[in-house]
């Protein structure tokens, strides 16, 4: 059995509309349409009622469901593109990420983002707004890279009472395959070490945990043991595990596909300056995409991401101080 991560998305939904009678999905085209890239495919003929197109609103698909959890349920929105999460903006983070704050009462909603960029996607399609949504206080924001956690994370997603921030890779859809589905994974807030090393720590998340995993392994071919922190989760993030795994190598590169100007890698590398900086052999390295639009030919979408090959050469550098 093959199981796509896209599978493991539209399992757990399925999961999570037969377990808990407050659960429904809305979104654009997401009924008869099965969504931009099938994550609802079927899922209104089996839950009549509950799986419920939007309107072309984003702004309007938030505020319904803030209302929504609100009052008791417990939404799953679906945005065609992260990007495009940008027009609920002020709902997201001015409504719901204060509510519990401003009057005590919960608000239980999981939006999903196809994040990240592919071949031909462009500026409008292809962001990776998790550093974005993690600055602002009352939201969850997760990052699944495996099929696993694409399928355990979503359904404990459901479970919490705060707003969560589901951001998924398109690009993982329909590449990253497992043999089945788990029964249970780790929790939220909790990082994983994907690959053990020794000479230095690259921490990432998403689909760049594919690429430095990549990095990890022609590296080894010279006997450097690199190991990879998948962080699964941008806020909470687990910074346990990153110092330990910083205490182990003494070098750390951050490797992200958000662009370079603050967020995640800057916030982990912050972190471990200010609680590990008498773990460090090395200045701390950070990766990201160009700080330009993304661009659509294939060829220079692929040299403005991080890849296999730039973390390779960003890991010598380290390496080599």
Same mark, same amino acid.
């Given at each position: 059995m093959n199981v796509t991560y896209l599978d493991a998305i539209r399992e757990a939904q399925a999961k999570a509309l037969a377990r808990d009678d407050r659960v429904f999905l809305y979104g654009q085209d997401i009924a008869a349409f099965g969504g931009a890239f099938k994550a609802t495919k079927r899922l209104a003929e089996e839950f009549p009622g509950r799986v419920l197109d939007s309107p072309i609103s984003e702004d309007a698909m938030v505020g319904l469901a803030i209302g929504a959890a609100i009052d008791g349920m417990r939404p799953i929105i679906e945005m065609q593109f992260a990007d495009f999460s940008s027009i609920a903006f002020n709902q997201i983070v001015n409504q719901a990420g204060t509510h519990f704050y401003r009057t005590g009462v919960p608000v239980p909603f999981v939006i999903r983002l196809p994040s990240g960029g592919n071949k031909g996607s462009g500026p409008f399609h292809s962001q990776s707004l998790e550093s974005l949504y993690a600055h602002f206080p009352g939201l969850v924001v997760l990052m699944p890279a495996t099929v696993e956690d694409a399928y355990t994370m979503l359904l404990d997603a459901v479970e919490l009472d705060d707003p969560v921030i589901f951001c998924e890779h398109k690009l993982l859809y329909y590449h990253l395959k497992a043999d089945k589905l788990p029964a249970e994974g780790l929790p939220i807030g909790k990082a994983r070490i994907a690959r053990a090393g020794t000479h230095?720590? /690259?921490?990432?998340?998403? %689909?760049?945990?594919?690429?430095?995993?990549?990095?990890?392994?022609?590296? *080894?071919?010279?006997?450097?043991?690199?190991?990879? /922190?998948?962080?699964?989760? %941008?806020?909470?993030?687990?910074?346990?595990?990153i110092l330990a795994s910083? *205490?182990?190598?003494?070098r750390i590169l951050c490797v992200a596909e958000s662009f370079p100007w603050g967020g995640l890698n800057a916030e982990v590398i912050a972190r471990v300056v200010g609680e590990g900086f008498h773990l460090l052999d090395a200045p701390p390295l950070r990766l990201n995409s160009r700080d330009t639009p993304i661009p659509y030919h294939p060829n220079l979408w692929a040299a403005h991401r991080p890849t296999a090959a730039s973390i390779t050469t960003a890991l010598r550098k380290l390496l080599g101080f």
């Open positions: 230095a720590t /690259v921490v990432t998340a998403g %689909a760049m945990l594919h690429e430095a995993l990549k990095a990890a392994n022609q590296l *080894a071919e010279e006997a450097w043991e690199i190991e990879v /922190v998948d962080l699964r989760s %941008a806020k909470p993030i687990d910074t346990d595990t910083v *205490a182990r190598t003494g």
